[in-house]
């Protein structure tokens, strides 16, 4: 068999174009995952800010001395978006990538109410100040996810252990109102989301495929946008009740 020199570098150009595609593409998935995740946090704020300084407030909130507490409607407000996760979870097969679009943008909007709250309990000052704070913890960790070469699967379930136990005593402590198992879940669900932040990055990389159509490709892209922007709201809800300053 002769050496052919030209078919090699043939070969050796169609990979490198071949992994050109796949590098363009990735990016491209990616910069659509992170404006799915930006465009809900910024309906989230917009439904915050509305509610929290116009009459729609008392739709949702009695306010008083003690500071703000939830009407019926309120409670309906604040657990509807779980409703919302369910329904994207369970029906990505089902749903049209239009009717996926549409659920994540109202399930973003609703979410303002849960937002608006801490609005209501904490300077403006300290809410801005915290943001900032959450968003350079979260693009440095998202970055670090995304980069990294350690496989980052193995802590995942070490991760969610830790998610549901946050959950776990986040419901026994609205019976035993205890301050020091509230700061206790605050500093490790910082801990859990800021983990939770690098893995899912990498786990959405990692769900990309150059033959994907469009619309499945779109449906990936809201999915991983979801779980980006409930570690953002998580990390930022938490920072808050450790660092935030409460309205006199």
């Known amino acids: 068999m002769s050496y052919d020199p030209t078919n090699r570098w043939s070969a050796s150009a169609n990979a490198s174009i071949s992994q050109v595609g ?24 917009v439904a915050a800010y509305v509610i929290a300084n116009t009459s729609l407030i008392n739709l949702f909130f009695q306010v008083g001395a003690r500071g703000a507490t939830l009407t019926g409607l309120g409670y309906i407000g604040v657990f509807a978006p779980l409703a919302f996760v369910l329904v994207l979870s369970f029906g990505v097969q089902r749903m049209s990538l239009g009717a996926m679009q549409a659920v994540f943008w109202s399930y973003a909007a609703v979410m303002g109410i849960s937002v608006s709250q801490i609005l209501l309990l904490f300077t403006g000052e300290s809410v801005a100040r915290v943001f900032f704070i959450t968003a350079a913890t979260f693009l440095g960790m998202s970055l670090w996810g995304y980069t990294t070469r350690t ?19 986040g419901l026994v402590n609205i019976f035993v109102g205890s301050s020091a198992i509230q700061f206790a879940i605050s500093v490790i669900g910082v801990l859990v989301f800021v983990g939770l932040t690098a893995w899912d990055t990498q786990r959405i990389k990692e769900m990309y495929w150059e033959g994907d159509t469009a619309v499945i490709a ?22 808050m009740q450790l660092m935030g300053n409460r309205r006199d």
């Open 22 to 45: 796949v590098d363009v593409g990735l990016r491209n998935y990616m910069l659509r995952v992170y404006n799915y995740m930006a465009g809900g946090l910024a309906i989230t704020g």
């Open 218 to 239: 779109g449906k990936k892209a809201i999915m991983g946008a979801l779980s980006l922007y409930l570690d953002f709201i998580n990390l930022f809800m938490l920072l």
């Open 151 to 169: 496989d980052l699967s193995r802590f995942g379930s070490f991760l969610m252990m830790g998610l549901i136990g946050i959950i776990i005593a």
